[in-house]
């Protein structure tokens, strides 16, 4: 099976400009995760989608958003970028095995964003 | 609130050395998961291994170890014979209905030829 991937692998903006990113799951996952890791915060989760609907989020500001599709792709974009956007966005995929909490999340290589 | 500690920032070690990476916890939730993941330089999170609440049964894969302890709240990771390709930032992680997936600081594990 394919491995979670995501694009782009690398992404260069400004301030002010605003930014998608791309998740397609291993097949068969129906729930993916987003996560932010810079060096100062650690990882840090940004929100869950399942089944095109958003199930978690974490404590971010509302210019972080996301979505998913019918085929459990997901994207987050992040618009008005700030210096302190900065960081390595990953992308999690699960099966959901249907106990809350059980999942085990498999993570794609992550996109590397940097605000200039 | 949950919580997850690994107090090691670094560890450096010679290879051929075992080396053990610290995790504490904190949840009052009753059905929880542990994890592991390895983060080598390329970025991406490897999974390792998932251990529930209720097993606390220690485990061994290869080289790789686990010890979970509900009484101290730890479930810490031993790397027996450190091989250079070990070097990584290893994370642990909990997870339970209340919180999804909470991860610690992450312990950068340097093994030298």
């Known amino acids: 099976k394919a491995g979670v991937t995501q694009t782009p692998r690398y992404l260069i903006k400004t301030r002010g400009q605003q930014v998608t990113l791309s998740c397609s799951p291993i097949?068969?996952?129906?729930?993916v995760s987003w996560y932010q890791q810079t060096p100062g915060q650690g990882l840090q989760f940004l929100f869950e989608?399942?089944?095109?609907?958003?199930?978690n989020k974490g404590n971010f500001p509302g210019r972080f958003s996301g979505r998913q599709f019918s085929n459990s792709r997901s994207e987050m974009n992040v618009s008005t970028l700030e210096l302190g956007d900065s960081a390595l966005y990953l992308c999690?995929?699960?099966?959901?095995?249907?106990?809350?909490?059980?999942?085990?999340?498999?993570f794609g290589p992550g996109t590397r964003l940097t605000v200039l | 609130a949950q919580k997850v500690t690994q107090a090691q920032t670094e560890i450096s070690v010679v290879e051929k050395e075992d080396v053990t990476l610290d995790c504490v916890y904190e949840t009052r939730d009753t059905t929880y998961y542990l994890f592991w993941y390895k983060q080598p330089p390329s970025g991406e999170l490897v999974f390792l291994i998932r251990r529930n609440s209720f097993d606390e049964q220690n485990e061994i894969s290869g080289r790789y170890s686990w010890n979970f302890q509900k009484s101290t709240s730890s479930f810490n990771f031993t790397i027996t014979a450190s091989q250079v390709v070990d070097s990584a930032v290893y994370f642990c992680?909990?997870?339970?209905?209340?919180?999804?997936?909470?991860f610690g600081t992450g312990t950068r594990l340097k093994v030298l030829a």
């Open positions: 992680a909990l997870s339970s209905g209340t919180y999804k997936y909470i």
């Open positions: 999690a995929s699960s099966p959901t095995v249907g106990t809350i909490g059980a999942d085990t999340q498999y």
């Open positions: 097949s068969g996952h129906r729930s």
């Open positions: 989608y399942f089944s095109e609907t958003q199930r």
